[in-house]
């Protein structure tokens, strides 16, 4: 392969999952959604979508990741942010590529962190704000063994922009081991969690489509093949307009890019393919 005490000023709308049939590609109607990676496609080409980095550049197994580069038609610029010892290192994908392992879970001691930090570059500033327009956001990962939730470290971030109370936030986390996907924008909060949860050690593609009037969440078990589980929710959080807030993977930071101080949020496993594609 290469192939996450606020009060929000906009109304809650819906805080629920619900369960819809399978389907093909994220999205809505057609042609109305980003066309993103279905079922277990992993030989198709991530260079057409905004941002989406494929990890597949030469690199030696176990070796720690000093950067990473988005093969995407926007332009960005990417940090790798570190604390406490955390770090990320190379590992093999579910192929003949590569992927991003990240800081295992630790039941006592200083919670290791590391995360990717990715920034828009202020010529693509625009391209980067959804506001209305339909938008995906999607990952590959394997998530290592439950561990005890703790203090600094109670969630598993993949993929989030903006942080809870911004004025807009998408995000996909395990929470205890169960996928969910929350938007917020001008509209107010949309949340769809799944009905069951993931194992450890098996390779999974989530996907989070916000089309207007619909979340639509999708989980693909990639191990075993077959069509989607997939999750509705008939809302409309609103346009969604990021600024300058940078997204991030595997990890909660802040406004400025660094990792949480209070609770980082981090996700123990393996992270491929992480697709953000606006139409």
């Excluded at 109304?11 to 990676?37: H, N, Q, Y």
């Excluded at 917020?184 to 089309?211: I, N, P, Q």
């Excluded at 300058?244 to 890019?257: C, D, E, F, Q, T």
């Amino acid at each position: 392969m290469g192939l996450r005490g606020v009060v929000l000023a906009a109304p809650v709308l819906l805080l629920a999952s619900a369960c819809g049939a399978p389907g093909g590609s994220p999205g809505g109607s057609a042609g109305e959604t980003p066309a993103v990676l279905s079922g277990d496609q992993d030989d198709v080409a991530l260079d057409g979508y905004d941002v989406a980095f494929d990890f597949d550049a030469p690199v030696v197994p176990g070796d720690v990741v000093p950067r990473v580069r988005s093969v995407g038609t926007a332009r960005v610029h990417t940090t790798v942010v570190t604390a406490r010892g955390g770090e990320l290192t190379w590992t093999h994908d579910r192929g003949q590529g590569w992927a991003v392992r990240t800081p295992a879970a630790r039941p006592e001691g200083a919670v290791e962190a590391a995360a990717i930090v990715v920034w828009p570059d202020p010529a693509d500033a625009d391209t980067l704000q959804p506001g209305s327009r339909p938008v995906v956001l999607q990952v590959d990962f394997r998530v290592d063994a439950p561990a005890p939730s703790r203090p600094g470290d109670d969630g598993d971030n993949l993929v989030q922009w903006g942080r809870y109370g911004d004025r807009a936030q998408l995000k996909l986390q395990l929470d205890h081991g169960t996928p969910s996907c929350r938007v917020a924008g001008s509209g107010g909060v949309v949340l769809v969690a799944a009905k069951r949860t993931v194992t450890s050690d098996r390779w999974y593609r989530l996907s989070c489509s916000v089309t207007k009037g619909e979340v639509t969440m999708r989980l693909t078990d990639l191990d075993a093949g077959g069509e989607p589980l997939e999750w509705v929710r008939h809302a409309d959080p609103g346009e969604l307009r990021f600024g300058r807030v940078p997204l991030s993977i595997a990890a909660k930071v802040g406004a400025s890019g660094e990792l949480d101080r209070n609770s980082v949020d981090q996700f123990s496993g393996t992270i491929d393919r992480v697709v953000v594609d606006i139409r």
